[in-house]
């Protein structure tokens, strides 16, 4: 087993159900932090661990001394899911029957290493989960399996992870016991289809208030645990304070104003965008924990009319 976060974690723990022996854990190096992930936090090597399974953290998996220790596993399946490492054809070649990914989409929709996030920023309304048989092209193997589901209007991202990496652990075992029963036709991927999901940056979180509110609402649900979505409020006085924006919700503000232009505060935080409003219901300043918006105005002053921004 090759993963590392909690996507794969489900997984992992679905294979020691079955009849075939789990050699070894390959994982990521302990680190001081993990974007996405809490501070040292490895679900894969606690499971490892109930189990008395060997675990193998190398830097890179495909240097020649990272193969050897492999090889001497003597594994027949590679599983891969959520790892952090892309293996090269001859890190692949090593198993007998090469390597399986669960992956987070609907492939050839959303390859790369954010897949779940960039489905609830585009405002996707379903994704799934997809296993492929590995080729050293990133998420571009035949697929030998596939799940779909809805995607909720309220759901983060840390919620459709879990969602998925419930749906995909027993949809890879069946396509583990369809492999070894010489059954399942792997079917290619078209490339014509193919979207990225590249990795996500800190940047992605500043929110423009010129986009719609529907599309802000996403963003936000989509940046849970990290890189969390912000903006600026601009006091009259003093330096902009820089805030997480939290739960929000899409509402109409009954006038128009400059997108950012906070158009209601007191019991309530509501600031217009380019098109509809964004009712503010959680609020983090910088240092502090997030608090619902009635507590953060007793604190933080905001006055209809200012600015949220840049």
Not at 11 to 24: D, I, K, N, S, W
């Amino acid at each position: 087993m090759m993963g590392t976060g909690g996507f794969a974690a489900p997984l992992f723990r679905a294979l020691y159900g079955t009849p075939h022996e789990v050699v070894a854990l390959v994982t990521q190096p302990r680190r001081t932090t993990r974007p996405g992930a809490e501070s040292g936090v490895n679900p894969m090597r606690e499971i490892a661990a109930e189990h008395g399974t060997p675990v193998f953290d190398p830097e890179s998996v495909n240097t020649n001394e990272s193969r050897e220790t492999l090889r001497g596993f003597s594994p027949d399946l590679l599983i891969v899911a959520d790892y952090g490492q892309i293996l090269s054809a001859e890190t692949l070649a090593l198993a007998r029957l090469g390597g399986l990914n669960l992956h987070g989409s609907l492939l050839p929709k959303y390859r790369g290493a954010a897949p779940i996030n960039w489905a609830i920023y585009n405002g996707d309304i379903e994704t799934g989960v997809t296993v492929i048989h590995m080729t050293p092209r990133v998420d571009a193997g035949p697929t030998l399996g596939r799940v779909s589901t809805p995607i909720d209007p309220e759901e983060t991202a840390v919620d459709l992870e879990r969602r998925l990496a419930a749906i995909g652990a027993p949809l890879l075992v069946q396509v583990i016991e369809d492999l070894v029963a010489g059954c399942g036709t792997p079917l290619p991927q078209d490339p014509s289809q193919a979207s990225p999901a590249r990795r996500l940056r800190k940047t992605d979180g500043a929110i423009d208030w010129s986009r719609p509110a529907a599309a802000i609402k996403n963003q936000i649900r989509a940046l849970e645990p990290w890189p969390r979505t912000y903006t600026f409020w601009h006091r009259p006085k003093g330096p902009a304070v820089r805030l997480i924006v939290g739960r929000s919700a899409v509402v109409d503000a009954g006038e128009s104003a400059a997108p950012g232009t906070v158009v209601r505060a007191g019991a309530e935080l509501v600031v217009a965008t380019g098109a509809g409003a964004m009712q503010i219901l959680e609020l983090q300043p910088a240092g502090k924990r997030m608090l619902a918006t009635a507590e953060f105005l007793r604190g933080y002053p905001v006055k209809t009319g200012e600015r949220l921004g840049p």
